[in-house]
Nanobody, 127 residues
Framework: QVQLIESGGGLVQAGDSLRVSCAAS????????MGWFRQAPGKEREFVAA????????LYADSVKGRFTISRDNAKNTVYLQMNSLKPKDTAVYCC????????????????????WGQGTQVTVSS
């Protein structure tokens, strides 16, 4: 069992930066590929970024490529999402997710392949 707790959300202005974190409880954090998803009011959940177990492979949605960076610290059981040049359309609840995978180098963007989900943290970007 893995519990995921996000933090770091808040209200920022367009063009600002923000880093959200996801702390995982339980053992063997390095056995999980991690991902960030977001859901805006009235919209479907969408993939944002993913990182492999090793941290060597990453994957990004086209809408955030070049602005967002996902990283992980396996010693701290934490995954991060650094968000730069934020836009009002980035406003959403950001959730992290964990996928138990054998491959250490695979990053995945398919929600159904994730086993555990956090509750999310709200990010609001004002214009």
């Amino acid at each position: 069992q893995v519990q995921l707790i996000e933090s770091g959300g808040g209200l920022v202005q367009a063009g600002d930066s923000l880093r959200v974190s996801c702390a995982a409880s339980g053992r063997a954090f390095s056995s999980y590929a991690m991902g960030w998803f977001r859901q805006a009011p009235g919209k479907e959940r969408e993939f944002v970024a993913a990182i492999s177990r090793s941290g060597g492979s990453t994957l990004y949605a086209d809408s955030v490529k070049g602005r967002f960076t996902i990283s992980r610290d396996n010693a701290k059981n934490t995954v991060y999402l650094q968000m730069n040049s934020l836009k009002p359309k980035d406003t959403a609840v950001y959730c992290c997710a964990a996928a138990l995978l054998l491959s250490p180098d695979l990053a995945i963007d398919v929600p159904r392949q994730y086993n555990y989900w956090g509750q999310g943290t709200q990010v609001t970007v004002s214009s």
